[in-house]
């Protein structure tokens, strides 16, 4: 018999007093982290205090809020850049906290044109305001801080290469998984196939599951290559999700990436979706070994956090 599973977190994982970064999932917030400190624990949840938000009801008061433990990561170590590459995906400094972008443009004199697809806008911002971003995936960093200066030469010496690559990747036929940013799709990737490349960066795709409005035929729709990645590949037979565990769901004709909230007996779990703040009971054959597509690689990460 396996072990039970535990749904307590190590008071030392993020004591209080512990400076973290803390993600939301509200509308206009997606994809920004915010500086703040741990005030306390539960179980999968932590109680925090913003250090730039304040309260609605007393601005002189910092905002403090309980949230899920896949809201809260460590502050990423310091670095410093001397240059950003168009194309780089980064984390700019704006409106009090770290809003994710991609870099369009490089402006001279150190200053960038940053693109972020959840407002679907681009501002201008000096090299100081900006830093590579970065996922907190299975209690490390990725990519790592260490590896960062060698892909940065990579890069450098193929930026070309690498968008004839995509190309390459993306031909006619080839299935394929599609993301949304629009309101009630975000966190979740629907199959598809290339129909036909558009342009440069955009591809022309029909989707396997879902369908066209008048449903006389499956849908088709002009995607750019930010919401494209290859389908992912085969895992391993998993007999038993965890506690923590990044997952993705099959819900909806497509898989929406959560986190394994409880274990239940037998084959069934509940799943806490991020992006909608909705806990939902799934059977083990619903569910996949959630998997990122990060700089032309999977990653597998074995826990929403590493307790």
């Known amino acids: ?137 299975g209690g490390k960093w990725v990519p790592p801080f260490e590896q960062q200066e060698m892909e940065k030469v990579s890069k450098a010496a193929g930026i070309v290469a690498r968008a004839t690559t995509t190309q390459e990747i993306f031909i006619k036929g080839t299935i394929v998984e599609v993301s949304s940013d629009e309101d009630g799709f975000r966190g979740a990737w629907f199959a598809a196939s290339i129909v036909e490349a558009v342009g440069k960066d955009k591809f022309l795709v029909q989707y396997q599951n879902l369908r066209a409005d008048d449903d006389s035929c499956f849908l088709r729709e002009e995607i750019d290559t930010l919401h494209i990645r290859p389908y992912p590949p085969e895992t391993l037979v998993v007999d038993r999700f965890n506690l923590f565990e990044e997952v993705d769901a099959s819900y909806n004709d497509g898989w929406w990436v959560g986190v394994i909230s409880k274990v239940r007996i037998g084959s069934k779990y509940r799943v806490y979706f991020r992006d909608t703040d909705e806990e939902m009971e799934f059977e083990h054959s619903d569910l996949r070994p959630h998997q990122d597509w990060i700089d032309g690689k999977w990653i597998i990460p074995s826990r929403a956090l590493n307790f």
């Open 1 to 137: 018999m396996p072990p039970k599973p535990t749904t307590t977190i190590p008071s030392s994982f993020f004591p209080p007093g512990t400076p973290v970064e803390i993600g939301s999932h509200d509308a206009g917030f997606v994809g920004s982290w915010f500086a703040g400190t741990v005030l306390s624990h539960n179980r999968s949840k932590y109680s925090v205090q913003y250090e730039t938000l304040v309260s609605d009801l007393d601005p002189s008061e910092p905002l403090c809020e309980t949230l899920h433990v896949s809201q809260v990561r460590p502050v990423p170590p310091g670095e410093t850049r001397g240059c950003f590459l168009v194309g780089d995906h980064v984390d700019a400094y704006w409106n009090d906290g770290w809003w994710e972008g991609v870099v369009t443009e490089d402006l001279g004199g150190g200053r960038f044109g940053v693109f972020f697809r959840v407002s679907e806008e681009q501002i201008e911002f000096g090299k100081e305001h900006l830093r590579l971003h970065r996922d907190w995936v």
